[in-house]
C-alpha cells in the first residue's frame, strides 16, 4: 500500500474522520510488529551491555573479597560475585569458600570443563572483567 493512499484513512486529533487531509498516516500492522522488534532488540543490548559487567577488576581487588561475607572469583578473565551462590551449590560452600578471592580458573575447569550448567549458572554471577 502506497503512503500516498493510506492519507484518506487518518483521523483527526479529535477522532473524527479527517477527510484525509492531516498528514497523518496510521501505521499498519507490518510496520507495528517492526517497530516493536527493533525497539525489543535495541532493549535486549542494551540490557547486555549493562549486565555484561563493562567494568574491570585488578586481580589485587578481587582478592580483597576473599570471605563468605563478600566472595568474588575470577575466572577465564572474567571476575564472578559469588557470594550468594555459596550456600546454593551442589557440591557444597566449601568448594566456592576455596575459590573467594582467586583466580579460580583452574578449579572451575578442572571440575566442569566442557559442561553447559555450570558455565551458564556462572555467567548469572559476573560483575566485570579481569583488567591486566
Not at 510488529?33 to 543490548?45: A, E
Not at 566456592?96 to 549458572?121: N, Y
Request: charged residues 20%; glycine residues 14%; hydrophobic residues 40%.
Amino acid at each position: 500500500m502506497e503512503r500516498e493512499d493510506r492519507r484518506d484513512v487518518g483521523v483527526g486529533n479529535d477522532g473524527s474522520d479527517s477527510g484525509g487531509d492531516v498528514g497523518f498516516y496510521p501505521v499498519d500492522q507490518l510496520e507495528f510488529v517492526v517497530l516493536v522488534i527493533v525497539v525489543v532488540l535495541l532493549v535486549i543490548v542494551v540490557l547486555d551491555d549493562v549486565g555484561s559487567g563493562a567494568a574491570a577488576y585488578a586481580m589485587t581487588q578481587v582478592a580483597t573479597h576473599n570471605t563468605s561475607a563478600s566472595c568474588w572469583a575470577a575466572v577465564s578473565g572474567d571476575v564472578y560475585d559469588l557470594t550468594t551462590w555459596i550456600g546454593k551449590h551442589p557440591g557444597g560452600s566449601g568448594v566456592i569458600k576455596a575459590m573467594c578471592g582467586t583466580d579460580a580458573t583452574s578449579a572451575f575447569l578442572g571440575q566442569h570443563s566442557g559442561e553447559r550448567r555450570p558455565v551458564s549458572e556462572l555467567a548469572t554471577f559476573k560483575i566485570g572483567t579481569l583488567a591486566g
